[in-house]
């Protein structure tokens, strides 16, 4: 299978060294600024193009890494293409293509920093598509770069997509808080690493729901009220804790 | 070094068990619960007293494993006990033992249930002591189960136990609205798993500022506007979802 990337962003890397590891030629990267096209390509072999209208016409599948609001104009120079055009949105509907012939979603379900490396194996991918045999293209494709394939229609996604704000962006911001807190104190990050891991690892095999800990699922008022007046330099986290806290004591 | 414990919850059970591992004798154990005391001392060959101040004078050190506001309670029968008495509370102040002659605080930094094992060689311990040579006992008895010693003081620990909040309780609730948005529109809570392990990977090596990603930080209105529709029927977690990203917004 003969695939093309338009975009040299975080999603962008980390599917084009995916494909490159699992021996799926890579023919070529399109992205707004041509240099960052040519240093992806140069790392997977590709050959970054200046125009989208370029993209070779052998790409089986070209995927759609780019900004949300700039994948509809990207869907338009491919008119005349025949192959699959997926975007790897999770917010942006199968719609947003509805304007070519063969058209999905190819949604990786995880948060890519350019510096880290992932075991791309392990990513959730959603997949979506207007016709069978478009999911089964997007199928194939999947399996060869992860174990973990999802069949995710439009609406599901959307919740998804929403729902790892919760699972990832919100905790990442806790887990900045508690670093600032600690620093501000003289302690370092590393001593709460072990509990964040702990955390994540526990709701691998048990509801989240059901190993709830802290002052606020025990009801532990001497502790919140002396939390509480710890954050008073901190109104904006103060507010944070009272609310999440107060979530937390309505599900006893 | 012979040691016993004082209670019989999550705490007093994962040290019980941590400490039998390393072939540390636990003497006795004292629960509230006599049955419970029983069932423990069961599992780690040490023998249940049905008093506090029948635990054995030969221990070397009695931990204290009990809920913050019975701490004080448990320490008042020891006051003729010669040996080192620690709590394991990161809440609770160093002084909270100070009728007695030798104590500390002995706070592994961690989120323990029950039912799940834990390698305890990576929990953080967090010691204190009124004298020198206690906090050196105390070091000797934590090194034998964890290779995460920290020394920090009464006002260090309150700063860890919010810190702790933020980086534990509050994530571990946000992964509960995330897994039930999941159950509510037909989706496994497996898929979103390898994103809440990444998440939680990603800041071994990263602060977690420098890896905040998301609609918010991305200042991504379109989609910020979707998700709040998409919580139309939740409005407390929709306040929830409006304050986080607010402030992540912020850090922009």
């Known amino acids: 299978m003969l695939v093309s990337i338009i975009g040299s962003g975080n999603v962008a890397t980390h599917l084009a060294k995916a494909l490159n590891t699992a021996n799926v030629q890579v023919l070529n990267i ?34 759609i890494a780019v900004k949300d609001d700039a994948i509809a104009a ?32 190819f949604y990786p379900l995880q948060t ?9 194996s392990n990513v959730p991918l959603c997949l979506e598509a207007n016709k069978a045999a478009n999911l089964n293209k997007l199928k194939q494709l999947a399996n060869l770069i992860s ?17 790892a704000v919760f699972a990832c962006n919100f905790p990442n911001y806790l887990y900045g808080i508690a670093q600032q ?17 702990e955390t994540a690892h526990k709701v ?9 800990t802290g002052p606020a699922i025990r ?8 939390h509480e007046e710890l954050l008073e330099q901190h109104p904006e ?12 004591k309505k599900t006893r």
């Open 219 to 226: 009801n532990d008022e001497q502790t919140l009220k002396k």
């Open 74 to 105: 990207m869907a338009a120079p491919l008119k005349n293409y025949s192959g699959i055009v997926a975007h790897t949105s999770g917010a942006v509907a199968l719609n947003a293509l509805g304007n070519l012939e063969n058209y999905g979603v």
């Open 181 to 197: 807190l600690l620093a501000q104190n003289q302690l370092d990050f590393d001593i709460i690493k072990p509990l964040i891991a």
């Open 147 to 163: 174990k973990n394939i999802y069949e995710v229609d439009s609406q599901q996604r959307q919740t998804l997509h929403l729902a």
């Open 30 to 63: 399109w992205s707004k600024h041509f240099k960052n096209a040519q240093a992806l390509a140069g790392t997977v072999n590709a050959k970054a193009v200046e125009e989208v209208s370029q993209i070779s016409d052998k790409s089986d599948i070209i995927l």
């Open 204 to 212: 691998k095999t048990a509801l989240p729901t059901a190993v709830q």
């Open 112 to 120: 890519f920093s350019k510096q880290k490396d992932i075991d791309f």
């Open 237 to 248: 986290w103060l507010t944070i804790y009272k609310l999440l806290s107060q979530q937390i």
